[in-house]
């Protein structure tokens, strides 16, 4: 027999992987304030819950994109160059600022709640990203090391907050790489596997992981995310676009309020 509280994680695992199916969203982006808004799960172990639970998820994705042939390694390896030391920095800092500040939890929440207002932008933009993609770089080095500083910059708010380790990524890459589509997504799903593995191995060294939440978040995003992804193609983008937007920004106002 479920209980109510485990019916309850397999219904909101449901509906974050509901959204994710229907707009390709990451789920970071949905489930750290849910576990936080809905749950009121500490920021720190929020954070940490999430990286292990949207690990998961991406591994499975990134196998399949792996045996697909659907992945760029050495964008990986480069965005990894960047991403893995600042996304262990910002790991590092959730648990200093738990150790040394009373405060801490309502600064996660504050940088969480920023971090979304980021990603509605960069899903208001939508496409535009491409319109100013330099036709090409004077240099594979100048390159490289924008990917890294990108790479570094991303991994730093995904090792503190747990969210933008595909939201902020996929657009630099569709912006900086003359790179089929899909080939692209599958670099980015890659990466993100490796970034958040990384970052919620440490978390969990921390303790700071809620263990008995994540197989009924888990058990409840799968099908989630099948039915999205088959209704995905029947519904207006746009209108999805809008909603997930307004989502995020009431998330946003009540983490930061």
Sequence with gaps: MVSPEHAGLLLMGFGVGFIVGLTGMGGATLMTPFLILVLGVRSSFAIGTDLVYASVTKILGAVIHWKQGTVDPRIVRTLAMGSLPAGIAGSLAVYAMGRVSPSADRYLRDAI??????????????????????????????????????????????????????????????????????????????HAAILLAVTGAFFSGFGTVQWGVLPWLLAGSLPGVALGSRLAPRLPEKALRVILMAVLLVSAWKLIK
């Design 113 to 190: 709640g920023l971090t979304l207002l980021a990603v509605t932008a960069a899903l208001a933009l939508g496409g535009r990203w491409r319109r100013g993609k330099p036709p090409q770089w004077r240099s594979a080095r100048r390159r490289d090391l924008a990917t890294a500083g990108w790479g570094a910059l991303i991994g730093a708010v995904v090792g503190f907050t747990s969210i933008g380790s595909g939201t902020l990524i996929l657009p630099f890459l569709v912006w900086a790489y003359d790179v089929p589509a899909a080939r692209l997504v599958g670099t980015d799903i890659v």
